[in-house]
């Protein structure tokens, strides 16, 4: 059974940094897209941060510039440096991956950490 597990969220003041880790765990044949969402409170979840199998990444318009996600593929991680962090970045931040299955694409979700900006 394959499992993601986030590391890195907590509490941490405007302009300030975080960077969060999300390890996989498993039989995993290879991995295809590594991502990062996030749920504020009373919203959607939307994604933040996309990373491709040959490094192509996608942000969402409102973390360009600030965000960078990368991975690892040998340590199943994938990573998201948050900087100049805002109020408006409070949320609940999950990790989602695409791997190869026998015969199909599969897709697994963490459990989300939690990241919250405030002074």
């Known amino acids: 059974q394959v499992e993601l597990v986030e590391s890195g969220g907590g509490l941490v003041q405007p302009g300030g940094s975080l960077r969060l880790s999300c390890a996989a765990s498993g039989s995993i044949r290879g991995i295809n897209t590594m991502g990062w969402y996030r749920q504020a409170p009373g919203k959607e979840r939307e994604s933040v941060a996309r990373i491709t199998r040959g490094r192509s990444t996608n942000y969402a318009d409102s973390v360009k510039g600030r965000f960078t996600i990368s991975r690892d593929d040998t340590k199943k991680t994938v990573y998201l440096q948050m900087n100049s962090l805002k109020h408006e970045d409070t949320a609940v931040y999950y990790c989602?991956?695409?791997?190869?299955?026998?015969?199909?694409?599969?897709?697994?979700w963490g459990q989300g950490t939690l990241v919250t900006v405030s002074s």
């Open positions: 989602n991956m695409i791997y190869y299955g026998v015969d199909r694409d599969l897709e697994v």
